[in-house]
Every structure is written in C-alpha cells, then in structure tokens.
C-alpha cells in the first residue's frame, strides 16, 4: 500500500519536503545526517530515500570518494531520486535489505521507520549492514502520531466527512511499531535490543509555514494521507472537496499565513 501511494504521490511529496527543506524546517533530518559523523570517502545507506531529499546532504558529506545508496519500495520515489543526484539507488525493503553485512559506515533513515510493521526487524537489518563503529540515525515524525496541530486536524474533518474510511485499501498494522516510536524509552529500548550501542533520542522542534490557507490545503491533499484516501474520488468531487476545505479554513484560520507546530524524534546508536 504505502509503496503504491508513495510512489503515485512522489511529485507532490519532493515538492513540499524540498520547499519545507529550502526553509530550513526539517530540522530532525538534518540533525540526523550530524549524527551520523559522516567523513569524506564514507558509504552510506539512505533508508525509505523516497525522491531523495536526504541524499544530498549524504552526498555532499561524504564527497566525490564516497557513496551513498538510496532504497526505497516506490518506484515513483525512486524515479525522481535518480535524475541527476549522483548516488545510487535501488528497490528494496528496509526489513529485508539485499545487502551484505558489514558493509557502510552510515545508515540513515528519514521519516521511513514508522511504516514498518516490524520495527524490530527494519532495526537489525540496519545494524547488521553496518561495519563495527559505524553509525545510525534515524528521524520519525514527533511527539507522537496521535498528536495532530489544529489546521490537520480541521483538513482531516473535512476529508473524512467526504471519504468513507473504508473506501481505499487498507494500509498494514502499524500500532506496535507506532506504540514504540512514541515513548522515549520504548524507542530506547528498541535500539539496544537491535544491538545497537550508545543509544540516544532527541526530540527537535519544528514548524511549517503556508502562505495561505489556500497553500496548506494544496500541499496536505497532496501528502500521502490525505492523497491515499482522495484516491477513491473521482475528479469532480475532489475538486469539490478541495473547495469546501479551503472555505472551512479560511472560516476558522483567516485568510493568513498558517504556522503548523511540529516536531521529530530523532534517533541514534552505534553498531
Ligand atoms: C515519508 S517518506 C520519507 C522519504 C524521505 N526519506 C524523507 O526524509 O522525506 C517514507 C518513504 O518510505 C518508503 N517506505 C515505506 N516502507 C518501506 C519499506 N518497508 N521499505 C522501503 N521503503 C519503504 C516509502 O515508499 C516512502 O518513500
């Protein structure tokens, strides 16, 4: 499922991270690559690369000498990862890398690990890939899945009013995975039990800025979520849905600029 959407959705999801990035609001991603103490002349993974928004900064940590490897299972991600970024990449399942032990000084994995069903595995599989010394990180969305800001939560209403929740294809059971990846300690726990050593989990704040309600709107239909469940509409009632959000917004927001608080856990060990 969510290598379908993803991929379906890939233009959409490079555009608002790529902008998000250019305003320097995906703090947890670039804290991440810190974390990794990347040198020139490293091997890197790149988790769930999705359009490969991480493997530049990857790219220009480990210079002309290195390498970095994108994965991902969406096609479409990998598609526009590919065009002109200078690393590599393949399809492949984060919980069942094709991959030889031992094998990079980095892995990183940006906002992928909370679709894993089995969490536990996706960790030692990237444990297992590592050479002794190097280093994970990883970012997942913050403080915890449940917690929506007020402007998603007025778009989510809208778009459930409209779409049954049963009218697209169910996504896999993610609660164990999204039960760990909200609580510090589990998180912790977690990493040791994947063998990895000198675990950390930091919380970084973030925001996003629309210039408009108008702007917000375009950019969450767009986003995998919502994108995945508008898939069952026809154009006509999309268009109309995207209307009837824009006004509900407006109504309550204004016709301002919307700051939507956020924030990722960032997470980290050593194999
Ligand atoms: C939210 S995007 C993150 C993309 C990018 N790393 C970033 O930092 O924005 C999640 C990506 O994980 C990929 N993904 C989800 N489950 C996966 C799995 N089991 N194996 C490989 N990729 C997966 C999706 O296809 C999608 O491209």
Redesign the pocket.
Known sequence: V??G???RH?SA?RSR?AAAAARGE?RG?ARLVELLGLRAGSRVL?????????SGPLRAAVGPGGLVL?????PG?LALASTGSGSSFA??????LGLAGDSFDGV?????L????DLGR?LAEARRVLRPGGRFAA?VPGPGPAVVDAASRLLDEVVSARVPANAAERPPDLAGTLAVLAERDRMLSALGAAGLREASVELVEERSTYSTPDDLVEHRLGW?SCAWRLEALATTEREALREEAVRTLRARLGGGPVVVPGASWVLSGTR
């Open positions: 969510f290598a959407v993803f991929g890939a999801y991270l995906v991603r790149d988790l769930g690369c999705g359009p490969g928004v991480l994108g994965v991902d299972l969406a991600m399809r492949m399942d984060i919980e069942r990183a994995c940006g906002h992928a909370h679709f894993c069903p996706a970012s995998w």
